[in-house]
């Protein structure tokens, strides 16, 4: 499922797997079914209309079938994983025509005490061992939650966890996990959002420091990461109006040089409701600018930077009056920005990737849909399309894809 936070975020803001079809047979099937459709059917968003609501959209005319680069064979047996996000991901190499993601994003929280821990370990490192199996690299984002709620950072910061992780981390250790198994983990995600409470820069560093000192305890040879927004709250703010696009230096400016290995720098579309007079955000090159997350990553002494995105096809899903769509024109724009902003970071000496958070939500509380076919039922289509073709491009540029999708 989707994190807590981001999905508490944008709420406030208001195939059956077997046997891949020969990848020319499918989008033979594709290209048909396209034309057919176009042949039969007035689109829904006219060229000239998706120009007035995406600035994006100016050099974008239509969806243009494309093959996948697809270079390496598809992970076999991924489709009966015992994770839920391998076996996603598995439906997404079916789509592409063989393997497409390095690394895929998973969530966690924190065990509430110490009798927590050995459950909490256990399930982790069957995941973890299972994600080295297939040969994919986790990207853990561990949520400061517990089964009491959201945890203290005050408290945090001065060590009040540090017993409880401690035994966690020497746990999964004893499991059989390793530094290779671990991958990468990312802790306080968007803690420059309201979510976890009042924001406060302040206690992101020493909460920051902790935890990645007592990770590489253990675990010296994984990754440490963070995750923060393009869009920050004034220290202090649970007012989910007050966001702007400003400097990150703040929360980084006190974490060791070198302790954090990538930077993770969070940016999404967004929309009011359908009939509320406010603008939108389709643009990534504010949702997602560059010069706020090089800024960050050279000040931790960071070398790599993922970007966490995605683009959505309905907002407000389960309030008919309230239900804003997009054109597969305007998902491929904003994509082809989102890789703009990639390049900008590249050219800039980082080591780029760019995970894409495609999970249908339309049915949640949250009711977004950012997924771009039917879970489970992946067909020939133009969001099918756009998806094929931005991964095409990430691969063009030498840029890393990474995922997040569940069941």
Request: aromatic share 12%.
């Amino acid at each position: 499922m989707l994190g807590f936070a981001f999905c508490m975020f944008l709420f406030s803001l208001l195939f059956a797997h077997g046997a891949a079809p020969g990848l020319a047979a499918y989008h033979k099937q594709l290209t048909a079914d396209k034309a057919s459709a176009r042949k039969n059917s007035s689109p829904k968003t006219t060229a000239s209309q998706a120009k007035k609501t995406n600035p994006l959209t100016a050099s974008v005319n239509q969806i243009t079938p494309v093959t996948p680069r697809s270079i390496a064979q598809a992970h076999v047996g991924m489709a009966q994983s015992s994770s839920l996000v391998l076996r996603k991901l598995a439906e997404y190499e079916k789509v592409y025509g063989g393997a497409l993601a390095s690394h895929a994003m998973l969530f966690t929280n924190i065990p509430t005490t110490q009798s927590d821990v050995p459950a909490a370990a256990a399930d982790m490192a069957g995941t973890l061992q299972e994600f080295a199996h297939y040969g994919v690299q986790p990207l853990v984002v561990m949520e400061p939650t517990n089964e009491r709620g959201v945890v203290d950072f005050r408290s945090y910061s001065q060590g009040a966890y540090d017993s409880i992780l401690d035994a966690y981390y020497q746990s999964l250790q004893q499991r059989g996990v390793t530094s290779a198994s671990m991958g990468t983990w990312a802790y306080f995600p968007e803690a420059n959002h309201p979510e976890w409470g009042p924001t406060n820069p302040a206690d992101f560093a020493p909460n920051i420091t902790r935890t990645v000192n007592l990770q590489k305890k253990y675990f010296p040879g994984s990754q440490a990461s963070i995750l923060l927004d393009s869009q920050s709250y004034p220290a202090g703010s649970t007012d989910w109006g007050g966001g702007s696009y400003v400097s990150l230096l703040p929360y980084v400016k006190d974490i060791p040089v070198g302790l954090i290995d990538s930077f993770g720098y969070q940016g999404f579309p967004w929309a009011p409701a359908a009939g509320v007079n406010q603008a939108s955000s389709y643009n990534p090159a504010q949702y997602l600018a560059s010069s706020l997350a090089s800024e960050a990553a050279r000040q931790l002494g960071a070398h790599s930077i993922w970007l966490n995105t995605g683009t959505f096809g309905r907002m407000y899903a389960q309030n008919a009056s309230q239900q804003v769509s997009v054109s597969p024109l305007q998902r491929q724009a904003m994509l082809t920005g989102v890789v703009q902003q990639a390049r900008n970071l590249q050219t800039s000496g980082f080591n780029i990737s760019v995970n894409l958070f495609s999970e249908d939500k339309s049915a949640t509380s949250e009711g977004t849909d950012w997924s771009y076919w039917k879970a489970g039922a992946p067909v020939p289509s133009d969001n099918t399309m756009v998806f094929i073709d931005f991964v095409n491009k990430l691969v063009d540029n030498h840029i890393d894809f990474w995922l997040f999708d569940s069941f």
